[in-house]
C-alpha cells in the first residue's frame, strides 16, 4: 500500500511536469531585433575678430581693419562712432558695404585671415580748430558662419541675424 | 538400483544441437529485419526571424552575424539631399537617411522601430562615454516619413520615437525591405538655441563680449532599434511579445483584426 502511493505521487509530479513545459511551449513566440547606432561631433564655437587699426590719427586719417582670431569662419561688420562734432569721410574697400549705420564685410573670413581691404576714416575738420580731444570709437562684430538646410552658406542679411554676435571694440582719444 | 546416466557424448551432442537451433534463430530473425520495410522519410524546417536595419539603401546591422547586434549609423561620409557627399557636418545642414527595416528571417512579421536621439560624449573609437540629458535632444530633427509607417509617437522626454509598421497589412515579408520610416536628419544651428553665455570683460584696453557654446564638442546620437514578431496567431504574439499597448496600435491601424 505504501509502494502505491509513492507511485501515485510520482505519476503526480510527472504529470505536472510534462503540464508545466507544455505551457511554457504555447507562450513563446517567433521575435527578433538589431539595432544600430551612430552620432557626430559637433562644433560650435564663438568667433573672435580684432579691429586692426593704425595707431593714432596720423593726417587725420585712420585705417581699419579686421582679422579673425577665433578658430571658426565667420562674418564681421564694423560700427565706427564719433563726436558729432567731427566732420568724417568714411571709405571702404572692396568687399565692404554699408547698410543701417554698420559696415559690412561681405564674404566670410577663415581663422586667422584679415579682410584684405579696409576702411579708411577720414577726419576732414583740422585738428587745431578742435578745441577739445577726439575719439573713434571701432567696433567690431562676429557671427559664425551658419548653413541652410540645402548646404549653402546663409548670408546673414537681417539684423535679427546679428543679435547675438560677438564684438570687440577699440576707444582711442586724440 | 542401476542409475540412468547420460553418456558425456550424449550431452556433449545434446548442447551442440541447442547452439544450432540458437544461431539459426538467430539468423532467421536477422533476415527478417533486413526485409521488413522501406526507408520512411520526415523532414521538418526550421523557421527563422530576422531583421536588419538598411541605411540610405545598405544593410548595416545583421541579426546573425554583427557582434552584439549593433551596426554603425552615420558612418563615413554624410550626404546631402541633392545626392552629393560631404565629409564635414554642419549646423543647419539637412543629410539624407533613409531609414527602412529589411525580413531577414523566413517567415512574415510585424515590424516597429525605435528611434532614439540624444547628445553625448563620445572617446576617441566614437563610443559614448556619457549621456548629456541637460542638452536638448529636440535639436537633433529626424524627419519621418508618411504613409506606411504610424505616426511617431514621442517619449516625454523628448528622446525616443516609436513607429509601427502598417504598409501592405503591416506585413513584412521574408527578403521584403519595407518603405522608409524618415529621410533625413538635421541639427538645428540657430544660434539663440545653441548659445548658453554671453560675457563681457575689458582685455588690454578693449572691450570684449564673447559667447559660450554649449554644444561644442559634443556629439549628437541617433540610435535606431528594429523589432519584429510572427504574424502567425498574431494578436497573441503581439500581446506577449510587445505588450497590450502595441496591440492596441495595431488593430486601431487595421492590422490587427
Known sequence: MKECKRYLILLVCLFLCISAAGISRSSAY??????????RHVVAKDTRTVPEETPGIDGMQKVVAVSNTGEVPCWTRVKIIHGSQLDVDIALGEGWSQRNGCYYYGRILQPGEKTADNITVSVTADKEKIATDFNVVVITESIPVTYNEDGSVHAPTADSDWELAASEWTREVY | MKKNRVSPVKMLLLFAVILCLGFSGVQTTRAALSVQSNYYRAQANMQDTGIAIMENGVQITDRFNEPEYRGRLLGGDLMLMNGETVADFNYGVRYRENLAV???GTIDQFVRVFVTRYWAELDENGNVIRKLPELNPELIEVRFVDGNWTNPVLTPSGERYTLYYTGNGGILAPDEVSP?????????????LIVSTVTTDVVDGKKVTVYTYIYDGKAFILEVEAQGVQTHNAKDAVISAWGKEASEILTNAGVLK
Open chain 1, 30 to 39: 517567433f521575435t527578433t531585433y538589431t539595432k544600430a547606432i551612430g552620432g
Open chain 2, 180 to 192: 522608409i520610416f524618415a529621410d533625413s536628419i538635421r541639427v538645428n544651428g540657430d544660434l539663440e
Open chain 2, 102 to 104: 529589411k525580413n531577414t
